[in-house]
Nanobody, 124 residues
Framework: QVQLVESGGGLTQAGGSLRLSCAAS????????MGWFRQAPGKEREFVAL????????NYADSVKGRFTIFRDNTKNMVYLQMNSLKPEDTAVYYC?????????????????WGQGTQVTVSS
């Protein structure tokens, strides 16, 4: 069983930056593809970014491409989401997720383990 704990959310103004962190425990971290998802009020949870277990290769939602960067440290069992040039529409609860399947996917249903989420609020 994999446990995930996010941190780093908060309130910032448009154009600002935040870095989210996710600490993983209970599994073989380098074997897990890791993803970030977000859910705004009244909307479905959506894919934001994923990174492969090896740390080589990442995918991003079009809405965050060029602004967000996902990276990981397999020696510390950590994955991060650096968010720059934040917009009010980035406001959401952000979730870290882990996928044990061999082929990474942006599909929410693919991920077996989820964190509790961390709130990100961007004011205009």
């Amino acid at each position: 069983q994999v446990q995930l704990v996010e941190s780093g959310g908060g309130l910032t103004q448009a154009g600002g930056s935040l870095r989210l962190s996710c600490a993983a425990s209970g599994g073989s971290f380098s074997m897990l593809h890791m993803g970030w998802f977000r859910q705004a009020p009244g909307k479905e949870r959506e894919f934001v970014a994923l990174i492969r277990g090896s740390g080589v290769g990442a995918n991003y939602a079009d809405s965050v491409k060029g602004r967000f960067t996902i990276f990981r440290d397999n020696t510390k069992n950590m994955v991060y989401l650096q968010m720059n040039s934040l917009k009010p529409e980035d406001t959401a609860v952000y979730y870290c997720a882990a996928d044990q399947n061999p082929i990474p996917s942006i599909a929410r249903a693919q991920y077996q383990f989820w964190g509790q989420g961390t709130q990100v609020t961007v004011s205009s």
